[in-house]
């Protein structure tokens, strides 16, 4: 069946400017993370969602990074006046439910700031 | 904190060399273990896992063993091929933390024929 996805899988921006990151996790999946991987601190938990509700926001850098999930489905990640440093690949993982353990990973989305 | 340290890369060995890529934790309580594997240009996939201790986790003729006295979680290969070049993350996880993971810094694996 089909697996994580997101989009989009390359984005450029300019400093300064917003951008969205959206995750549609595996059907039926009512866990979603995501996570940044970068050069200088490897990879980071961001949020996790439990159906609509985030009851773990402690990963998120700063007020600039928000995310929600809408219908148990997609999620989408938004960074505000984005940064040079935001520059990084952004992971969404999915799992039927916490209790399975077993995380399923999308491709992830590949951020450069200008 | 909970928190995982991997040996550091790159490491290079020559196909059918034995690999230990070693993995230790510091959590409080019994997390899950994991090993996830990442192909050049591809996803992160789970390799392994282990729940409780003394559990081995094996697939594709990698395996770790979940060693509580030691709180390690080594990954171990007894013959290495070109097609095992990646970058391996030793993580763990917290049921009652959501299950978020929690990774090393992962350690890049170069096979050479």
């Known amino acids: 069946g089909a697996g994580v996805s997101q989009s989009p899988s390359n984005k450029v921006t300019e400093k300064g400017k917003d951008v969205e990151l959206r995750c549609d996790p595996i059907s039926g999946h009512t866990a979603l993370y995501w996570y940044r991987q970068s050069l200088g601190q490897g990879l980071e938990f961001l949020i996790y969602?439990?159906?609509?509700?985030?009851?773990?926001k402690s990963g998120l850098p700063s007020d600039r990074f928000s995310a929600e999930r809408t219908g148990g489905s997609v999620s989408t990640l938004t960074i505000q006046r984005t940064q040079q440093e935001d520059s990084a690949v952004y992971l969404c993982?999915?799992?039927?439910?916490?209790?399975?353990?077993?995380?399923?990973f999308g491709p992830g989305t590949r951020l450069l700031v200008l | 904190g909970n928190s995982v340290t991997q040996m550091e890369g790159p490491v290079t060995l020559s196909e059918e060399a034995f690999l230990t890529i070693n993995c230790t934790y510091t959590?409080?309580?019994?997390?899950?273990l994991f090993w996830y594997v990442q192909y050049p240009g591809e996803g992160l996939q789970l390799l392994l896992k282990a729940t409780k201790a003394d559990d081995k986790g094996s697939n594709k003729g990698f395996e770790a063993t979940y060693r509580k006295e030691t709180t390690s979680f080594h990954l171990e290969k007894g013959s290495v091929q070109v097609s095992d070049s990646a970058v391996y993350f030793c993580a763990l996880s917290r049921y009652n933390q959501g299950g978020k993971l929690i990774f090393g810094q992962g350690t890049e694996l170069s096979v050479k024929p």
């Open positions: 993982a999915s799992n039927p439910d916490r209790s399975k353990e077993t995380q399923y």
């Open positions: 959590a409080t309580g019994y997390p899950s």
């Open positions: 969602f439990q159906g609509n509700s985030a009851p773990d």
